[in-house]
C-alpha cells in the first residue's frame, strides 16, 4: 500500500510514537516502514529495522502513556521527504516537549526518520503569533453579553474595559489571567470579513461552547464534528454572533 508523505508523517505521530497498545502499534510499523527502515533518535541513538523502530517506539510511549502528539501545522513535503513539527504532553495541559521529524520515503514507506527536538518556548511562540483581535460589533451590551457566556466554557472571561481616549474607542476585553487577547468595540461590523478561531483543549470544551453559544443567543452554522479532511484530530463547532460574525472554536488531537 503506497502512502503519501503527509499520510507517512502523521501515521508515524499518532498510529506509532503515539500508540499505546502494542498489536497496533506492530500493525502501523509493518505498513508504514520498510523491513530496512532506519530511526535516528537524538538522544537514543540508531534504530535499525521494525522489530528495532517498535522496541523503542513502545519504550518511548510507555514513560508517558497519557502523553499525545499534536502537528503545530500541516506537514511540509519535497520530493520524497517530508517533515512534520509537532508538541507532545497530556491533553489539557501545556505541552511537555516539542520536536521535528524528517522522513525520507521509497515506494510509499518510510525509508529513514530522522527525529529533531525543538526549543519548546519558541515553538509555543510560533504557534500562535497573534496578540490579539478586535471586533467591531453594533451592539456593544448585547455582543458583551453574548461572549461572556458563550467564552465561558473556554474559561476566557470578560477583563477590565479599556476607555477610550485621543481618538481611539472604548474596548470591553476578553482573555484568560490577565492576559486580554480578543476585544469588542462599537461600530459597524463587516461580518463576511472575519472569522475567528478560538481553541479548546478538548472535544468537551467544544461541545460545551457550542451549547453555551446557542444558549445566549448565538445561530448555529455547524454543529461540532471531526473535520478529517483538514487533518487527522480537527473536531470543531462554527457559531454566529449576534451580528453573524463567524466564530469557530477547534480542538487539534
Do not use: C
Amino acid at each position: 500500500m503506497s502512502n503519501s508523505i503527509s499520510t507517512l508523517l502523521l501515521r508515524n505521530l499518532s498510529g506509532v510514537f503515539g500508540e499505546n497498545d502494542p498489536a497496533r502499534r506492530r500493525a502501523a510499523i509493518d505498513e508504514i516502514f520498510h523491513e530496512d527502515a532506519v530511526f535516528y533518535d537524538p538522544q537514543g541513538g540508531i534504530f535499525r529495522g521494525r522489530d528495532e523502530i517498535d522496541r523503542i517506539a513502545g519504550v518511548i510511549k510507555a514513560a508517558h502513556p497519557d502523553f499525545e502528539y499534536q502537528p503545530l501545522f500541516p506537514p511540509e513535503e519535497l520530493g520524497d521527504a517530508g517533515r512534520v513539527r509537532w508538541v507532545s504532553g497530556t491533553p489539557g495541559k501545556p505541552p511537555a516537549y516539542a520536536g521535528t521529524d524528517f522522513i525520507v520515503a521509497r515506494n510509499g514507506r518510510i525509508a529513514s526518520l530522522y527525529l529533531f527536538f525543538d526549543n519548546l518556548a519558541n515553538e509555543s511562540r510560533k504557534e500562535n503569533r497573534i496578540d490579539h483581535v478586535i471586533l467591531t460589533v453594533s451592539d456593544f451590551k448585547r455582543s458583551v453579553a453574548f461572549y461572556a457566556e458563550a467564552l465561558k466554557p473556554l474559561e476566557i472571561t470578560t477583563l477590565p474595559d479599556y476607555e477610550g481616549k485621543d481618538g481611539h474607542p472604548d474596548l470591553k476585553g476578553f482573555g484568560i489571567g490577565k492576559s486580554h487577547f480578543f476585544w469588542l468595540k462599537e461600530g459597524k461590523p463587516d461580518p463576511q470579513a472575519v472569522h475567528v478561531g478560538f481553541v479548546a483543549k478538548d472535544h468537551s470544551e467544544v461541545d460545551a461552547f457550542y451549547k453555551a453559544a446557542l444558549a445566549a443567543g448565538g445561530k448555529s452554522k455547524k454543529p461540532p464534528q471531526a473535520r478529517p479532511e483538514y487533518y487527522p484530530g480537527y473536531y470543531a463547532t462554527w457559531v454566529l454572533d449576534p451580528d453573524g460574525h463567524d466564530i469557530e472554536v477547534v480542538n487539534k488531537s
